[in-house]
């Protein structure tokens, strides 16, 4: 399995390339686009994008660990997660390519 990761510059590329805008109006448009989604997630809102999947942030509760090393138990301290469901078009076409 090949490890590929997609950095803001190729994306901001991508949107240079299909939309039309200069580099710097795309690296604008896509900052503010993730500016969006992390300032709706902070607020504990949901973010859906069609065909795509949605983000949300989940609470977690306080409970009791264990250190896997010493097998002393730890509390681990109530907290919030981020939790992304994908669609079932994204899911479809992710098991397109086996």
Same mark, same amino acid.
């Given at each position: 399995?090949?490890? #590929? @990761? *997609?950095? $803001?510059?190729?994306?901001t590329e ?5 939309? %039309?805008? !200069? +580099?710097?109006? !795309?690296?604008?448009?896509?900052? &503010? ?6 300032? @709706? ?6 973010? #859906?994008? /069609? !065909?795509? %999947?949605?983000? !949300?942030? $989940? /609470?977690?509760g306080e $409970?009791? %660990? +264990?250190? =896997?090393? @010493? %097998?002393?138990?730890? =509390? *681990?301290?109530? +907290? ?5 469901? =994908? &669609?079932?078009?994204? #899911?479809? +076409? ?5």
């Open positions: 399995m090949s490890e #590929k @990761t *997609i950095t $803001r510059a190729q994306l991508a949107v240079y390339q299909e939309v %039309g805008l !200069s +580099r710097n109006e !795309s690296a604008d448009l896509l900052e &503010s686009v993730l500016d969006m989604i992390a300032d @709706t997630l902070a607020n504990d809102e949901t973010v #859906k994008i /069609s !065909s795509f %999947g949605s983000f !949300s942030v $989940r /609470s977690k $409970r009791i %660990g +264990r250190n =896997p090393k @010493t %097998g002393e138990e730890v =509390p *681990i301290l109530p +907290r919030k997660v981020l939790v992304f469901r =994908p &669609s079932q078009v994204l #899911k479809a +076409r992710i098991n397109e390519n086996n």
